[in-house]
């Protein structure tokens, strides 16, 4: 037992849960306001489902400003709690406005509706959820002393403890919602009983989870970022815009929130939803494998982009099944699969992009090379819902209070779009992480070079 304690490469349990009762919240929390804001605004609030849509998107077009300023922001702080710690504090206004969206009334006007639910949904993820996924990173690399094999594993068993997490809440929110989500305040009341437990477990990260400062070299070895670096890195990385568009198809793949209405109107019953996710639980152990199958596949970024391909065959069986229960479920798992890597290893795609803006010459930019992604996946996030809410409209879907017949064309395209528009998005997400190989590749001999160069130095002054 000491010898664990003092290796360290030696990961505690107490310390994994501490460290990703963030995610852990954050993964519920999105399963409610990704997976359900669409249909409580359309089928609660009456507003239609293209309109929704539009609010959602436009929102996101502040993203353009916040995220690079949170990135530059975070990569020049220098506090005593550190540089990303601070701002893991930004998740109590992820939960608070959370709970805001979902708190509008039918009965007031179109207009007040739709602004209540653009300034609720921009806090949610352009302000809080921003400065939050911009510190990420930074605040990762700190905690576990830049070390890439802990890093490695957090993703890993710390993924399965995130995904166990949003299964819960994937489970237990559509009984709930069945049977307290009649109206507007009982959809308040749902919400609230998910979001402020959310919340206690949220904040153990920041009080448990502290920075390591040796990571940079003290205060002496502080350097602030410029804007003009992270412009350059916009011109010069092009992995940086490679892991942009992957993270742009996740995003809009997971924030479709088309599920409710697949279940809805073509299975028939929303509290199907929760035997979903518990025919999920079955990738749970697969996780434990993931650093071996990494590591036989050939890297990160090919994993990602086998198990891509996995998931465009399991949208396509989705599609083919239609109201088949076994189909789709067995469909839902291959592509729920092809999101698992992308989800958790996230980091080292970023890892991997701050490693090449020194290859070129750049400062590292822990927290501004996630700026791109960070922008792209929230946009992705929005055009999910306007990919949704503009396909449904086409296919003239009714929106109304409680359960409407749907016109044989609205139905058609909840199948397009629950099934094919994610196997589209796979295709290029599988496109991508070919391309990022490359780079992947060429890390290990230059950081050899790296070390070999810094060994011969004091040799050379002496």
Same mark, same amino acid.
């Given at each position: 037992?000491?010898?664990?304690?003092?290796?360290?490469?030696? &990961?505690?349990?107490?310390? $994994? @849960?501490?460290?990703?009762?963030?995610?852990? !919240?954050?993964?519920?929390?999105?399963?409610?306001?990704?997976?359900?804001?669409?249909?409580?605004?359309?089928?609660?609030?009456?507003?239609?489902?293209?309109?929704?849509?539009?609010?959602?998107?436009?929102?996101?077009?502040?993203?353009?400003?916040? *995220?690079?300023?949170?990135?530059?922001?975070? #990569?020049?702080?220098?506090?005593?709690?550190?540089?990303?710690?601070?701002?893991?504090?930004?998740?109590?206004?992820?939960?608070?406005?959370?709970?805001?969206?979902?708190?509008?009334?039918?009965?007031?006007?179109?207009?007040?509706?739709?602004?209540?639910?653009?300034? @609720?949904?921009?806090?949610?993820?352009?302000?809080?959820?921003?400065?939050?996924?911009?510190?990420?990173?930074?605040?990762?690399?700190?905690?576990?002393?830049?070390?890439?094999?802990?890093?490695?594993?957090?993703?890993?068993?710390?993924?399965?403890?995130? %995904?166990?997490?949003?299964?819960? =809440?994937?489970?237990?929110?559509?009984?709930?919602?069945?049977?307290?989500?009649?109206?507007?305040?009982?959809?308040?009341?749902?919400?609230?009983?998910?979001?402020?437990?959310?919340? $206690?477990?949220?904040?153990?990260?920041?009080?448990?989870?502290?920075?390591?400062?040796?990571? *940079?070299?003290? #205060?002496? +070895?502080? +350097?602030?970022?410029?804007?003009?670096?992270?412009?350059? %890195?916009?011109?010069?990385?092009?992995?940086?815009?490679?892991?942009?568009?992957? @993270?742009?198809?996740?995003?809009?793949?997971?924030?479709?929130?088309?599920?409710?209405?697949?279940?809805?109107?073509?299975?028939?019953?929303?509290? %199907?939803?929760?035997?979903?996710?518990?025919?999920?639980?079955?990738?749970?152990?697969?996780?434990?494998?993931?650093?071996?199958?990494?590591?036989?596949?050939?890297?990160?970024?090919?994993? =990602?982009?086998?198990?891509?391909? /996995?998931?465009?065959?399991?949208?396509?069986?989705?599609?083919?099944?239609?109201?088949?229960?076994?189909?789709?479920?067995?469909?839902?798992?291959?592509?729920? $699969?092809?999101?698992?890597?992308?989800?958790?290893?996230?980091?080292?795609?970023?890892?991997?992009?701050?490693?090449?803006?020194?290859?070129?010459?750049?400062?590292?930019? #822990?927290?501004?090379?996630?700026?791109?992604?960070?922008?792209?996946?929230?946009?992705?996030?929005?055009?999910?819902?306007?990919?949704?809410?503009? &396909?449904?409209? /086409?296919?003239?879907?009714?929106?109304?209070?409680?359960?409407?017949? +749907?016109?044989?064309?609205?139905?058609?395209?909840?199948?397009?779009?629950?099934?094919?528009?994610?196997? =589209?998005?796979?295709?290029?997400?599988? !496109?991508?992480?070919? !391309?990022?190989?490359?780079?992947?590749?060429?890390?290990?001999?230059?950081?050899?070079?790296?070390?070999?160069?810094?060994?011969? !130095?004091?040799?050379?002054?002496?």
């Amino acid at each position: 037992m000491a010898n664990k304690k003092n290796d360290p490469n030696h &990961l505690g349990f107490g310390r $994994l @849960m501490a460290w990703k009762s963030s995610d852990i !919240a954050m993964a519920g929390l999105n399963v409610i306001v990704l997976g359900y804001l669409s249909i409580y605004c359309s089928d609660t609030l009456g507003i239609a489902p293209a309109v929704v849509g539009t609010v959602l998107m436009v929102s996101k077009i502040i993203d353009a400003f916040t *995220d690079i300023f949170a990135g530059w922001l975070v #990569d020049n702080t220098h506090t005593k709690l550190g540089k990303g710690r601070p701002y893991e504090l930004a998740i109590v206004g992820v939960m608070l406005c959370s709970l805001g969206l979902f708190s509008g009334s039918p009965a007031w006007s179109n207009t007040i509706k739709v602004v209540w639910i653009f300034c @609720m949904y921009t806090l949610v993820f352009s302000i809080f959820t921003t400065l939050r996924g911009a510190a990420n990173t930074p605040y990762t690399i700190r905690h576990f002393s830049n070390n890439p094999i802990l890093i490695r594993k957090v993703a890993s068993y710390g993924g399965i403890i995130t %995904m166990a997490g949003s299964m819960i =809440v994937s489970i237990l929110f559509p009984i709930v919602m069945s049977k307290l989500a009649t109206s507007a305040g009982g959809w308040r009341t749902t919400v609230a009983i998910f979001v402020l437990p959310l919340l $206690l477990i949220s904040l153990l990260r920041f009080f448990f989870c502290k920075e390591d400062p040796s990571v *940079d070299g003290g #205060d002496e +070895q502080f +350097q602030p970022v410029r804007l003009n670096e992270i412009f350059s %890195m916009f011109r010069r990385n092009k992995y940086v815009w490679l892991y942009a568009i992957i @993270m742009l198809c996740y995003n809009i793949s997971t924030s479709l929130a088309v599920t409710t209405y697949y279940f809805k109107y073509i299975i028939g019953n929303t509290a %199907m939803m929760s035997v979903t996710s518990i025919f999920s639980i079955v990738l749970l152990p697969l996780m434990l494998v993931f650093p071996w199958i990494m590591k036989k596949i050939g890297g990160m970024s090919k994993m =990602v982009g086998v198990f891509a391909c /996995i998931g465009i065959v399991g949208y396509i069986i989705v599609f083919f099944s239609g109201a088949n229960l076994t189909g789709v479920l067995l469909g839902g798992v291959l592509g729920g $699969l092809a999101g698992l890597p992308l989800a958790y290893y996230g980091v080292l795609f970023i890892m991997n992009c701050c490693t090449y803006n020194e290859m070129i010459g750049l400062p590292r930019m #822990d927290g501004s090379a996630g700026i791109l992604a960070g922008f792209m996946g929230k946009c992705g996030g929005a055009m999910g819902s306007f990919i949704t809410g503009i &396909l449904l409209s /086409i296919g003239g879907y009714i929106a109304a209070e409680g359960t409407v017949e +749907q016109p044989a064309s609205a139905l058609m395209m909840i199948r397009i779009d629950y099934s094919l528009v994610p196997a =589209v998005l796979m295709i290029v997400i599988a !496109a991508c992480s070919f !391309a990022f190989m490359k780079l992947e590749k060429q890390i290990p001999a230059w950081e050899a070079a790296q070390k070999a160069k810094a060994e011969a !130095a004091p040799a050379e002054n002496a």
